[in-house]
């Protein structure tokens, strides 16, 4: 076919076929879906937590955590929403922020400045000057500021960058006895973290731990019956009646709560499923096209995750992926080394690799079970999780892989 003839055919497919959805917006992952299901715990105790904020008294800090796609945003924001309705004070104001979107510590102070309207220029300025300057609106108008930190672990999960992390966080904690008690002031900052990892407690130094964990909020991972619930409403907002089978929502259910209990990924493969439905001009979303949603979720997922590693990581997996089957720490490391040369960079010991290759394991990339070898003691055997063309698609994307590529 001439790719002129093909585009008709794309284009006639869909202008002919009545879309099958009805709202896409609804499927958008910050959509606050009408009915909030199995979450009343966590809106309740949250709303308790932050209520004295309505009599203008400063309310504990507050961590919410959980894995993945347990509704842990879509509560922060559906309840700040509802405070907001209750607040008509205009010195009290909510922020919300997501650290890993923003990306870097001066991105965070400067949203916040921005939300503020204070203008702080895009570089140029040092981070303490920043703060500075945002503390100090806050007293001058004696602001009561609740900052929604999402994604928090990452303000602390980059080593080059966590003293400095800690350090703004413990700022951030201690603006209140700071400031507000010099200038009698009566503003405040409340500080309310969100994450999937409880890991990067590791993370914070013990003062901005305990200041952070005041109060704390569980996010359980959802069951599949929990999940078939949940995809139920949002097919009846998203989608055309009857575009949608009891079979298809059970078989997304399926793949996202068993073992996930990720709401997230049941509401992605969702609109990834209607999306392909409709390219073919369907009114029914098929079996097939939940089964090519889940491949497309996952390669996009491997690809992410492989994107954000630092070099070193890179470099371990890119080892790892040049073995057929699974070996042993030292061949990788072997490997390892012979990579580094290629790549111009000094390798790092075997037990940091050794580290590494747990990490990995952790974030699903490899396994890595301990085996043992007789006489030779134990050992592990290193194995990629994913495929290897993932691998090597997501690496060509890094600076300093392609080099190695387009050499080859
Ligand atoms: N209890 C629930 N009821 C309805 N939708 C939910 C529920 N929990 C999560 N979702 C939906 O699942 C997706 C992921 O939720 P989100 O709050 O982003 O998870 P987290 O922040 O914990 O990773 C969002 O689209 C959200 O609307
Ligand atoms: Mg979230």
């Not at 939300?115 to 945002?134: A, C, D, H, N, Q």
């Not at 007293?139 to 930190?149: A, D, F, S």
């Not at 992390?165 to 503003?187: A, P, Q």
């Not at 491949?295 to 992926?321: C, G, R, T, W, Y």
Request: glycine share 6%.
């Amino acid at each position: 076919m001439f790719l002129s003839e093909f585009l008709d055919d794309i284009f006639n497919k869909v202008s002919s076929g009545k879309s099958i959805f009805k709202n896409r917006e609804v499927l958008n992952i910050d959509y606050i879906p009408k009915r909030i299901l199995f979450r009343e715990d966590q809106i309740k105790k949250m709303a308790e937590i932050l209520s004295p904020i309505i009599r203008g008294a400063k309310p504990s800090n507050l961590l919410l955590y959980g894995k993945t796609g347990t509704g842990k945003t879509m509560v922060a924001r559906y309840v700040i929403n509802k405070l907001r309705e209750h607040i008509n004070d205009q010195n009290t104001i909510f922020i919300y922020l997501n650290c890993r979107i923003d990306g870097t510590l001066y991105r965070v102070l400067s949203e916040i400045g921005d939300y503020m309207g204070i203008k702080i220029p895009f570089t140029g300025l040092s981070l303490s000057e920043v703060e500075k300057r945002i503390f100090n609106h806050l007293v001058n108008k004696g602001t009561k500021l609740v900052l929604v930190l999402d994604e928090i672990d990452f303000l602390v999960n980059n080593p080059a960058k966590r003293d400095m992390g800690n350090n703004i966080l413990y700022d951030f904690t201690r603006y209140d006895s700071v400031y507000t008690v010099k200038n009698g002031s009566n503003s405040f900052i409340t500080i309310v973290g969100i994450s999937n990892d409880l890991k990067f407690m590791e993370y914070l130094e013990g003062r901005v731990q305990s200041s952070l964990r005041s109060e704390e909020i569980l996010f359980p991972p959802y069951t599949v019956e929990e999940i078939k619930e949940i995809l139920k409403d949002r097919v009846k907002e998203a989608f055309v009646e009857n575009s949608v089978g009891e079979d298809i929502i059970n078989l997304i259910a399926a793949y996202s709560g068993s073992e996930h209990g990720d709401a997230r990924r049941a509401v992605d493969l969702l609109r990834v499923s209607g999306e392909l439905a409709e390219r073919e001009g369907r009114n029914k979303i098929d079996v097939k096209d939940v089964e090519e949603a889940l491949k497309n979720i996952e390669k996009d997922k491997v690809q992410e995750a492989i994107s954000s590693l630092p070099i070193h990581e890179k470099a371990v997996i890119f080892s790892i992926a040049n073995f057929a089957n699974g070996e042993t720490t030292g061949h990788v490391y072997l490997k390892y080394q012979e990579v580094c040369n290629q790549l111009g960079l000094q390798p790092l010991t075997e037990r940091r690799i050794s580290a590494i290759i747990n990490e990995l394991d952790m974030l699903g990339l490899v396994t890595a079970p301990i085996i043992n070898r007789g006489r030779h003691g134990r050992s592990k055997k290193v194995q990629l999780a994913v495929d290897k063309n993932q691998i090597i698609n997501a690496l060509k994307n890094d600076e300093v892989f392609k080099l190695l590529f387009n050499a080859v």
